[in-house]
């Protein structure tokens, strides 16, 4: 699997374990994730994208909501388009 992808899954996966965390604590608030962590919950999303911007895949949304992702594909084929 290619680097990005890699990071997409990570970051992805730490989303799920995540997600009731981020509901239940952060509400109006955008939460930033890269590298498989929580990495900043800023009430800006300027900030929190600033936070990860170095990071070659990253999600940056608004708490309580679910995060907007491409398709992951590994060998060209898709194998997940939301987080359903």
């Known amino acids: 699997m290619p680097r990005y992808e890699e990071e997409k899954r ?13 509901r239940a604590n952060y509400l109006g608030q955008y939460v930033a994730i890269a590298d498989g962590r929580l ?15 170095s990071y070659r895949h990253r999600l940056v949304f608004p708490a309580g909501e679910e995060p907007e992702i491409g398709p992951l594909r590994v060998g060209g084929r898709r194998i997940k388009s939301s987080l359903g």
Not at 10 to 21: G, H, M, R, V
Not at 39 to 53: G, L, N, R
């Open 39 to 53: 990495v900043k919950v800023s009430p800006s999303f300027k900030e929190a994208d600033e936070a990860v911007k």
């Open 10 to 22: 990570k970051n992805l996966d730490a989303y799920q374990s995540l997600k009731d965390e981020i």
